[in-house]
């Protein structure tokens, strides 16, 4: 049995998609952060840094989303959100979801917390770099997809076709919303269409960019 500590559209929701493409049984827990639940001391014994997603597994915590979305298509390798062990696609696979966790979830952390930066907002300079950092990682997918589409991995869906579709998902108020680059639209399109996205969205309640 997984409990995933979530909060809605935030990183926890490609946890909690990945759960229902598995079909796992799972226990959802919010964590109420218009009540500042991810500060709670009995939260912070759980995730050290105040953030969502955490998982308990078999009474154990664990943080960070890309490794609980590698930790999960690990133990359930039936659901095939990841390629098999040892394969050029596994490969390829385990550098996406790094990338996507390091360059772009990273740089969309600072956009939306300018706290982390030590300021309650980003002077213009900033906002202006994050910006074009975010739109350059977007080129660059795009690039890829367009060469070899429509899944990251080409014609097979993973697990990191969701992480991409949840980043994409937090561009949508930004300047230039993701859906703007016509590849990374049509993997999103894709994403939009599994049933695993569309439970997700209503257990989370979440209204906005379904599909
Ligand atoms: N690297 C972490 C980042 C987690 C993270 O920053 N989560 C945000 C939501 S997307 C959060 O919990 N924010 C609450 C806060 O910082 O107060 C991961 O990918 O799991």
Known sequence: MYNLFYSPGTASMVIHQALLEIGAPHQLTLVDFDKGAQRD???????????????????????????????????????RLAPPLGTAEREAWYQWIVFLSNSLAATYRFWFYPEDLGAPQHPPVVRAALQKKIEGIWDRLDAHLAAGGPYLLGTQFSAADLL??????WSRNMPRPALQWPHLKVLADKVRARESWKAMCEREGLTEWLA
């Open 41 to 79: 001391p009995d939260y912070l014994k759980l995730s050290p840094q105040g953030v969502v997603p955490t998982m308990v597994i078999d009474g154990r915590p664990l943080v960070e989303s890309a490794a609980l979305l590698m930790m999960l298509a690990d133990r359930h390798p039936e659901a």
């Open 164 to 169: 991409l579709t949840m980043l994409m998902r």
